[in-house]
C-alpha cells in the first residue's frame, strides 16, 4: 500500500471486485468524457483471477480514503506498442467524491511509484479536448502538453481530438519525496 495524505493506493483484492463492477458499471456516473463501453462481469472477474489486474504490461491500483472507502482507481498500460513507457489512466468513481484532489494525490504517488518500478522514460496521459478537470490534474502533477492528436478516438457515435502529455523520469519527484 502506498499512504498519502488524502488517500490510499493499493492493489485490487478479491474482496473488493464485485463493488468495483457495479461502481465501474454504473453509467450515470462515469461523466461525459469516459467510454461508455462495458464490461461483461464474468470478463471482469476472468481478468481479475488470471492477472489480479497487475501485471508487467498493465496494472490498476484502486485509490482509498483514509478509512478505506473505494474512491477511484488509476493504471498503467501500454500505449503504443512500440514506444516505451506506458500511458496512464485515472477515474474517480462517484460525482460527489470528484474535485477533493484524491485524483492529484493519487496520480502523483502512481508515477513517482511507476518510475522507481520500471525502467522507463516517460508516461503519456491523453485527455479529451474539453475534459479540463483532468487536463488540470495532469498539469498540477507536471505533465507536459505534447500536443493535439486530431480526430483520434471515436466515442459516443463521433470522432473526437485528445491532447497529450508527458512526465519525463527526471521531471518526476521521486516517492520517497512525495510521502
Known amino acids: 500500500m502506498i499512504k498519502g495524505k488524502l488517500i490510499n493506493l493499493r492493489t485490487m483484492r478479491q474482496e473488493d471486485i464485485d463493488e468495483i463492477f457495479c461502481l465501474t458499471s454504473d453509467l450515470s456516473q462515469r461523466g461525459e468524457y469516459w467510454d461508455v463501453r462495458l464490461s461483461s462481469e464474468?470478463?471482469?472477474?476472468?481478468?481479475?483471477?488470471?492477472?489480479?489486474?497487475?501485471?508487467?504490461?498493465?496494472?490498476?491500483?484502486?485509490i482509498t480514503n483514509k478509512e478505506g472507502r473505494l474512491l477511484g482507481?488509476?493504471?498503467?498500460?501500454?500505449?503504443?506498442?512500440?514506444?516505451?513507457?506506458?500511458?496512464?489512466?485515472?477515474?474517480?468513481?462517484?460525482?460527489?467524491?470528484?474535485?477533493?484532489?484524491?485524483?492529484s494525490e493519487a496520480l502523483r504517488l502512481f508515477t513517482a511509484y511507476l518510475f522507481e518500478l520500471k525502467p522507463i522514460k516517460r508516461l503519456e496521459i491523453q485527455v479529451s479536448v474539453g475534459n479540463?478537470?483532468?487536463?488540470?490534474?495532469?498539469?498540477?502533477?507536471?505533465?507536459?502538453?505534447?500536443?493535439?492528436?486530431?480526430?483520434?478516438?471515436?466515442?459516443?457515435?463521433?470522432?473526437?481530438?485528445?491532447?497529450?502529455?508527458?512526465?519525463?523520469?527526471?521531471?518526476?519527484?521521486?516517492?520517497?519525496?512525495?510521502?
Open 73 to 103: 482507481e488509476i493504471s498503467y498500460f501500454k500505449g503504443v506498442w512500440y514506444l516505451p513507457g506506458y500511458e496512464v489512466g485515472y477515474r474517480i468513481y462517484r460525482d460527489e467524491d470528484k474535485g477533493k484532489g484524491y485524483t
Open 42 to 62: 464474468p470478463s471482469f472477474k476472468k481478468r481479475f483471477q488470471e492477472t489480479g489486474c497487475w501485471n508487467d504490461t498493465f496494472g490498476t491500483m484502486i
Open 132 to 179: 479540463i478537470p483532468s487536463r488540470k490534474v495532469a498539469e498540477k502533477v507536471g505533465f507536459k502538453y505534447e500536443g493535439l492528436k486530431r480526430q483520434a478516438v471515436f466515442s459516443k457515435g463521433k470522432y473526437e481530438d485528445i491532447e497529450l502529455f508527458s512526465l519525463l523520469r527526471e521531471e518526476c519527484l521521486s516517492l520517497s519525496e512525495v510521502l
